[in-house]
T-cell receptor, first 115, second 116 residues
Framework: NAGVTQTPKFRILKIGQSMTLQCTQD?????MYWYRQDPGMGLKLIYY???????DKGEVPNGYNVSRSTTEDFPLRLELAAPSQTSVYFC??????????????FGDGTRLSIL | AQSVTQPDIHITVSEGASLELRCNYS??????LFWYVQSPGQGLQLLLK??????LVQGIKGFEAEFKRSQSSFNLRKPSVHWSDAAEYFC??????????????FGTGTQLKVEL
């Protein structure tokens, strides 16, 4: 009963380095999302995907890239890390079909510091 | 554009006291409303949701919320708070109709502290 799994849980990067945050879900959800959470700011949507091979920008996509080659996985890529990307990153997934959709399920987050 | 306002950044209540967390939303269509809770170092857990039917909805952990269309509000309540309820609470709004990614807009959260 894993749900949404994010790795790593913590990471420290140097400015200019790159990394990939991993997200996988085992609920056969078609929709997946990446958010960042900054203190006092709530959650901001970075990118989302409505199915394998389909991705789209959210509210704050600059500096990030995503891909969705399978239903289960939705990695988030930081190419040139900047201090402004220090944040907690959450992956979420949900099912949408027909005339209904289900609430989003969240992973436990990745805490990323860029120094 | 859609938005969610949680006017209380911090709330402190005594254990056993009642609780009400405020949420106001702005949305151009019939909204799908959610309350999530986040414990320290954890992800968000769904407390309850509303999109139609009875305007008073029950959730997990003894929480309930009331949808008031005329006030564009979806306030969260609990009759008697337990120390384990200390956490951050987020209200969110999204579309009822499927398609378009079903994107949610979150409020900035209310941090609840419970005094023993």
């Amino acid at each position: 009963n894993a749900g949404v799994t994010q790795t790593p849980k913590f990471r420290i990067l140097k400015i200019g380095q790159s990394m990939t945050l991993q997200c996988t879900q085992d609920m056969n959800h078609n929709y997946m999302y990446w958010y960042r959470q900054d203190p006092g700011m709530g959650l901001k949507l970075i990118y989302y995907s409505v199915g394998a091979g389909i991705t789209d920008k959210g509210e704050v996509p600059n500096g990030y890239n995503v891909s969705r080659s399978t239903t289960e996985d939705f990695p988030l890529r930081l190419e040139l890390a900047a201090p402004s990307q220090t944040s907690v990153y959450f992956c979420a997934s949900s099912y949408s079909g027909g005339d209904s959709h289900q609430p989003q399920h969240f992973g436990d987050g990745t805490r990323l510091s860029i120094l | 554009a859609q938005s969610v306002t949680q006017p209380d950044i911090h709330i402190t209540v005594s254990e056993g006291a009642s609780l009400e967390l405020r949420c106001n939303y702005s949305y151009g269509a019939t909204p799908y409303l959610f309350w999530y809770v986040q414990s320290p170092g954890q992800g968000l857990q769904l407390l309850l949701k509303y999109f139609s039917g009875d305007t008073l909805v029950q959730g997990i952990k003894g929480f309930e919320a009331e949808f008031k269309r005329s006030q564009s509000s979806f306030n969260l309540r609990k009759p008697s708070v337990h120390w384990s309820d200390a956490a951050e609470y987020f209200c969110a709004v999204g579309p009822i109709l499927t398609g378009g990614g079903n994107k949610l807009t979150f409020g900035t959260g209310t941090q609840l502290k419970v005094e023993l």
